[in-house]
């Protein structure tokens, strides 16, 4: 019979496995000095980010990231540290963690992965001062929508002259004189 700490070890590796599957990024944070308070904080920011925080031993999150082909983020689990998963948009998320290492100096950023691409903390950083998906869908339908709105105000200031130039006519024609050209 295994022991229940091995039993752990296990299931904290398989939900790591398969929530990496699932997660569209994976941030590495240390979080030596941060208080409990401050923490479930975080967790709280995080959830409405629809990104959740795990900690678990290094030895088992090695194992996991090893086995997930994350190698080169192994370097990262040092420490006390958490993985962040997100489900999706991670600028949010990113932005979450950014505000909160402002704050809170303790934390720090150590590195993740964007889909499969590996991110250094200034990449983190960086991709932190984008805007969210639904800012930048919003400002595509702008740039879609300008030239459309140039065009029918184009077009109703033809029809806007036309009609000026006509009533111009009808007011010569009414007092009798010549209308101007």
């Known amino acids: 019979m295994k022991k229940i700490s091995l039993i752990f070890k296990e299931v904290s590796e398989n939900r790591i496995k398969n929530t990496l599957k699932s997660s569209e990024a994976v941030f590495v944070i240390k979080y030596s000095g941060v ?13 409405r980010s629809n990104a959740s925080m795990f900690v678990v ?17 192994i370097k990262n689990v040092e420490g006390p ?11 949010i998320v990113s932005q979450v963690l950014c505000n909160f290492v402002k ?5 720090k950023l150590e ?10 903390r200034k990449d983190i950083e960086s ?28 077009l109703s200031q033809v029809l806007a002259k036309f009609v000026y130039c006509l009533d111009q006519i009808k007011g010569k024609k009414s007092t009798g004189g010549t209308p101007r050209a």
Do not use: W, Y
Request: charged residues 25%; hydrophobic residues 40%; proline residues 5%.
């Open 81 to 91: 540290c958490s993985l962040v998963f997100v489900k999706e948009e991670p600028v």
């Open 127 to 154: 991709m932190s001062k984008l805007p969210s998906k639904g800012a930048l869908r919003a400002q595509l339908v702008g740039v879609l929508n300008s030239p459309i709105s140039g065009l029918v105000i184009t």
């Open 35 to 47: 208080s409990s308070p401050d923490l479930c904080s975080l967790r709280q920011s995080l959830k």
């Open 57 to 73: 031993k290094n030895s088992v999150a090695r194992r996991a990231l090893k086995d997930s082909g994350l190698d080169l983020l």
């Open 103 to 107: 704050e809170h100096e303790q934390l």
């Open 111 to 120: 590195g993740g992965t964007l889909k499969d691409k590996i991110l250094e």
